[in-house]
């Protein structure tokens, strides 16, 4: 068979590549990791008595804002690492802005508050369990993430799977702020993001395991 015969021969009844594939898989990855973090929230926790007059609260809705930037900015780093050839560039903004944001607004609020505030302001009521709290509810939207991403073509593992986890760790927040009772910045800035880093971590070390294709 010559060469030219062969090469028509595959390429015959070959569909076009659907660009937006990765999208959809994406949207429906974190739509059921989302749903599984919300069952696991209200099987286990519950929602805080008090959400919906908290619905009317600006602070709320602050905090909410948090966790959900730096899902946005994890997504769009994610996206590019996706992607084999495609650098990252100004992308990390995305996620070192909203990190920024909470730190320097938690720094603030610091150093305004009589000294007998600070440490309560920190520390919160529920420090101990907050960031793990936050990891277990990250867990469905780790598994759904890394069935998206695996689908994809990463070549940075490892980097990848940081980013992977920090984008679940960053959606769990947002659906356990339907429970936490803490409206302290500072408290926020701190263990959220630390239960945000745990799935981020973990991420790290599996990657190159989960992410293999």
């Avoid at 600070?118 to 420090?127: C, H, K, Q, V």
């Amino acid at each position: 068979m010559k060469t030219d015969d062969l090469i028509s021969m595959m390429a015959a009844g070959v569909a076009p590549v659907d660009r937006r594939l990765p999208l959809r898989r994406m949207a429906q990855a974190l739509a059921l990791g989302s749903a599984g973090s919300l069952a696991l929230l209200l099987l286990i926790y519950g929602l805080r008595p008090d959400l919906k007059a908290m619905l009317w609260a600006p602070l709320f809705w602050i905090k909410l804002a948090f966790p959900t930037t730096l899902a946005a900015g994890s997504l769009l780093v994610l996206r590019r690492l996706l992607r084999p050839g495609q650098r990252v560039g100004a992308n990390w903004a995305g996620i070192a802005a909203p990190s920024l944001a909470i730190w320097l607004a938690g720094a603030l609020v610091l150093a305004v508050a009589p000294a007998a505030e600070r440490l309560p302001l920190l520390m919160g009521f529920t420090w101990r369990s907050c960031p793990f709290n936050i990891a277990l509810l990250s867990l469905p939207l780790c598994a759904a993430i890394v069935w998206a991403v695996r689908a994809m073509a990463p070549t940075r593992l490892r980097l990848a799977g940081a980013v992977a986890g920090l984008l679940a760790g960053a959606v769990a927040t947002m659906v356990y702020c339907l429970h936490c009772p803490e409206m302290g910045v500072p408290f926020w800035g701190l263990w959220y993001f630390l239960g945000m880093l745990i799935p981020a971590a973990a991420g790290l070390l599996l990657g190159p395991r989960l992410l293999r294709w």
